[in-house]
């Protein structure tokens, strides 16, 4: 299979479930497209899977050599996600937790799309270098421009900016906790990470880490 048609399926098939279950979650589906952010939320979540596609991402790849000792990362992850997807909007329809204000769903709706910028234009600066594990592809080499120059791991920040976005939509404070509690699991991938690109690359990560001396965080992490 064509991996741009991989891609796709990766991107609408990790898309579509957060969207059904924020539909669930708020409980009927007409109210939920009744206001302008939230469409809008949708739209960019559906626009950001379809342009993944495009991507170059080798998506599930192991390429020629990965590191399985952290898989157990994606455990906490696929629990916040789920609590994530559903629980904003739930309390946004009952509005217990909630920040007032179409301001802040406005406000929510930029930072969200700041965020998938972010996060889909990293993806295109590694292309097939990409890869939801940790892993080095074939002909793999270090990138350290782009987004890259600012923090270590920009997609992570863009992954972040996204959530966060989307819990403002919903006004939920609930949602912004769990954005904050995302943090935890993506540090310790941030660390397994770079102790792998350290024994691949030795010298030369090291020297990246000298140059571009933020994580996740500029000024903070």
């Not at 939230?38 to 979540?45: H, N």
Request: proline letters at 5%.
């Amino acid at each position: 299979m064509n991996q741009t048609v991989k891609n796709l399926a990766f991107g609408i098939g990790g898309t579509l479930p957060p969207l059904a279950l924020a539909i669930w979650g708020w409980g009927d589906w007409i109210t939920f497209f009744a206001h302008p952010a939230r469409i809008g939320l949708v739209v960019l979540s559906l626009a950001g899977a379809i342009a993944y596609a495009f991507s170059g991402s080798s998506g599930f790849g192991i390429g020629r050599r990965k590191d399985p000792s952290n898989r157990w990362i994606f455990i906490p992850l696929i629990i916040i996600a789920i609590a994530f997807a559903c629980l904003p909007p739930h309390l946004a329809r009952l509005d217990r937790s909630s920040i007032d204000g179409d301001t802040i769903r406005y406000l929510g709706l930029i930072i969200n799309a700041i965020g998938g910028f972010v996060r889909l234009a990293t993806v295109f600066e590694l292309g097939h270098r990409f890869s939801i594990f940790v892993a080095l592809q074939p002909d793999h080499r270090l990138k350290t421009d782009g987004f890259y120059r600012f923090v270590r791991h920009p997609s992570y920040l863009g992954a972040l900016l996204a959530m966060a976005g989307w819990a403002l939509v919903f006004r939920s404070i609930i949602g912004l906790l769990l954005t904050a509690a995302m943090c935890v699991p993506i540090i310790a991938r941030i660390r397994a990470e770079e102790e792998f690109l350290v024994r691949e690359f030795g010298d030369q990560y090291r020297a990246y880490q000298q140059r571009t001396h933020w994580r996740l965080l500029p000024f903070i992490y």
